[in-house]
């Protein structure tokens, strides 16, 4: 399972109200359209399984309550510098400081741990730690298959 984008920690930190956050793990999507797409994956494959499995509701102020009030406070300082913001626009601190990126690095990982819950519960094995760092697929790219320098090995299905 790949990391989770930031926009998923932005639409928990800055909506109002919170909101309801159910986990949700699909699978099955692969044998119907591989990811790679290069021949022959690129034609669809109609008539096979996906599976949907929903987890329990989060309770989101438990797990995120400590990170939006961070976020909320940040983003107070950076409105009394430089004046009131828009809904959904950032400025550079915000987007790029240090705090910003912690913050949304740790909300996408909680999201991201709260699937996982979900994906143990239909029986899939351990994840990679390293599968949910961006950091992991920028440093590998696209040609993700073949031994690794920490020494695991990749191989696409």
């Known amino acids: ?18 909101p309801d956050i159910v986990p949700i793990f699909i699978e099955g999507f692969d044998n119907i359209m591989h990811e790679t797409r290069t ?3 690129f034609i669809p494959r109609p008539f ?3 599976r949907v499995t929903f987890g329990e509701k989060l309770d ?4 995120f309550g400590d990170l939006r009030a961070r976020w909320k406070q ?6 009394r510098k430089g004046g009131k913001l828009q809904v959904g626009v950032l400025n550079d601190a915000l987007k790029y400081s240090d705090e910003a990126v912690s ?10 741990q709260a699937v996982l819950d979900v994906r ?5 094995p351990e994840d990679d730690p390293k599968n949910g760092l961006a950091e992991t697929w920028l440093r590998e790219g696209p040609g993700r298959e073949g031994h690794k320098r920490d ?3 990749t191989k696409d299905t």
């Open 60 to 63: 989101a102020e438990e797990v």
């Open 39 to 41: 021949f022959p994956r």
């Open 1 to 18: 399972m790949r990391y989770f984008k930031w926009g998923v920690s932005r639409l928990v930190l800055e909506s109002e109200p919170m």
């Open 103 to 112: 913050i949304r690095k740790e909300c996408t990982r909680r999201i991201r």
């Open 151 to 153: 020494g695991s090995i």
């Open 48 to 50: 096979q399984n996906v």
């Open 120 to 124: 143990r519960q239909r029986g899939y």
């Open 74 to 79: 940040m983003r107070a300082n950076e409105e």
